[in-house]
Nanobody
Framework: QVQLVESGGGLVQPGGSLRLSCAAS????????MSWHRQAPGKERELVAI????????NYAEFVKGRFTISRDNAKNTVYLQMNSLNPEDTAVYFC?????????????WGQGTQVTVSS
């Protein structure tokens, strides 16, 4: 049974930092691209950062470049999102995603999300 469990969200003041974790189970973690997405109230879900499975490269949305860092530990089946210099516009539910294209089949899994609130 596939599970993605996010943790680490909470309330933080502007300029502060948080580290999100996403623990995965039920699939071969190292073969999946792992990404973080977020959804603010009244807005569509958007990609924040992605860490590929093959080249080991990472990419970021423009609005988090230089502030957020995605990393993964394949030994622990966990992906992280280090978030620094947070501002109120970063307030959202953050979701972890695992994605893999195998032949003609795409495998796509989501966690339940963790709330991040940036407020003074």
């Amino acid at each position: 049974q596939v599970q993605l469990v996010e943790s680490g969200g909470g309330l933080v003041q502007p300029g502060g930092s948080l580290r999100l974790s996403c623990a995965a189970s039920g699939f071969t973690f190292s073969r999946y691209a792992m990404s973080w997405h977020r959804q603010a109230p009244g807005k569509e879900r958007e990609l924040v950062a992605i860490y590929t499975s093959d080249s080991g490269s990472s990419n970021y949305a423009e609005f988090v470049k230089g502030r957020f860092t995605i990393s993964r530990d394949n030994a622990k089946n966990t992906v992280y999102l280090q978030m620094n210099s947070l501002n109120p516009e970063d307030t959202a539910v953050y979701f972890c995603n695992a994605n893999r294209l195998l032949g003609d089949s795409r495998y796509d899994y989501w966690g339940q999300g963790t709330q991040v609130t940036v407020s003074s």
